[in-house]
């Protein structure tokens, strides 16, 4: 497979996923949180599925097209590890989604920055909040779901948890 026709798969993974994602949610009230604004298309996206909601992005450095940046209210900038419990204090448990995409295209070390976040994570989600993430996290393993169709398999991970 190339790398274009791997990108593409991730791509339609990461759309299939968030919209089968957002009809689920669709009576559960709580806001959404995107993982990784990164240039905005996600995030772009999910406003576009879930216009009512409040979302909440979180990412390093914010460098989106300029159309896809939130208001600064629903920024949470820098590193996760510090933006995380921030978000946890004025937050809590008010996720009804979470979308998490942050690889940065180093395999290994996207899986650890997931390990690593994931019990945070954990305490900004209400009771059976959906999370979409583009790694595989083992802690919730128990969580899993089922994949809609079309989507090839290790491209996108669903969690209810
Ligand atoms: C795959 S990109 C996100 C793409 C984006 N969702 C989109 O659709 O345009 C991953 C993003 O995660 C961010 N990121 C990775 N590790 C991070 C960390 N530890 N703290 C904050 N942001 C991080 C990177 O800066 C990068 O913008």
């Not at 790398?3 to 994602?21: F, G």
């Not at 920055?113 to 583009?134: G, H, Q, R």
Request: net charge positive; with cysteine; proline share 5%.
């Amino acid at each position: 497979m190339s790398r274009l026709e791997s990108a593409i798969r991730r791509l339609q993974a990461q759309k299939i996923a968030l919209d089968w994602s957002a009809k689920k949610i669709h009576k559960q009230p709580g806001v959404v949180l995107e993982f990784g604004l990164g240039n905005g298309r996600t995030f772009d996206h999910i406003r576009k599925l879930l216009p009512q909601r409040d979302i909440y992005v979180f990412e390093r450095k914010i460098a989106a097209h300029p159309d896809c940046i939130p208001h600064p209210a629903f920024q949470f900038v820098g590193d996760f590890m510090d933006s995380i419990p921030r978000a946890i204090k004025q937050l809590g448990r008010s996720a009804a989604l979470a979308h998490l995409d942050i690889g940065t295209g180093e395999k290994n070390t996207s899986l650890a920055l997931a390990k690593t976040i994931a019990p945070f994570i954990e305490k900004l989600l209400c009771v059976n909040a959906i999370v979409v993430s583009d790694q595989e996290v083992d802690r919730w393993r128990s969580y899993k779901l089922q994949l809609p169709d079309g989507i090839s398999e290790n491209r996108i991970h669903l969690y209810r948890l």
